[in-house]
């Protein structure tokens, strides 16, 4: 099965779609996840993509679609997937139908979470991780234990440089221009559902699921 998750950075993507990969045993194909394993393993592509990454500006389309062509090549995605931050922009969402049609790949079901821009940017400048175990935190609604200390057990939680106020802000306004304008492009194929990202995850999980019926 294959799938597309859209929603602006924070809507719970990621999340949904973790719980979709265990369900129906496919893989999660999330593209700023594995742009920030090349920033951190400082490859050439990750030395390209980082001060873009930082900025909360889109790594370029050229860059983009060459590491998506080879990503989908990776027999785990054999079974299925689930994109996540792909595509981006309508050059992108073009590039990608052509690498579909090619693999005779047909995407199932495009979801769009819809989350309030006030609500995003609460979410996020208040995120905190464990560079150690990936675990997240919220300042507010889930801090990290008093000493600072991760349920893992080391002390390395950090706030990522584009979650800081003014970049989820731009973040926000990339996401409003080049990506929103997807939405039209996959609802004119039959393919969106939107669903109210604000709702508890597990009934966002439950409408998804049940629409796959
Ligand atoms: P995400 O974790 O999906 O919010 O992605 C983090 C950052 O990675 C984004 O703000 C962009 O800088 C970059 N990125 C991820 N996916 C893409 C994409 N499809 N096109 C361009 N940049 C991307």
């Known amino acids: 099965m294959y799938l597309l998750i859209i929603g602006p950075p924070g809507a719970g993507k990621g999340t949904q779609a973790e719980m979709l990969c265990k369900k129906y045993n496919i893989s999660q194909l999330a593209t700023g996840d594995i742009l920030r394993k090349n920033v951190n ?22 860059l983009m679609i060459t590491m998506i062509k080879e990503e989908i ?13 792909f595509p981006r922009n309508l050059s992108q969402a073009d590039a990608l139908c052509d690498l579909l049609n090619e693999r005779d790949i047909f ?3 495009v979801f769009v979470l819809i989350v309030p821009n006030e609500i995003i940017i609460e979410r996020l400048s208040g995120r905190r991780i464990c560079r150690s175990c990936n675990r997240t935190y919220h300042v507010k609604y889930n801090p990290p ?5 991760c349920d893992c057990g080391k002390s390395d939680i950090f706030q990522r440089d584009d979650d800081k106020v003014d970049t989820v802000v731009h973040r926000l306004d990339v996401y409003d221009k080049q990506t929103s304008p997807l939405i039209e492009y996959y609802r004119k194929k039959n393919k969106v559902v939107e669903i109210d990202g604000t709702q508890d995850l597990k009934k966002v999980f439950e409408i998804i699921t049940d629409s796959l019926k």
């Open 41 to 62: 393993e400082e490859t050439y592509l990750g030395k390209l993509a980082k001060s873009y990454m930082s900025a909360g500006k889109l790594v370029p389309d050229e």
């Open 145 to 149: 234990p008093n000493n600072g200390e």
């Open 107 to 109: 995407l199932e079901k």
């Open 73 to 85: 090549l990776d027999p785990k995605y054999s079974n299925g997937f689930i994109l996540d931050g």
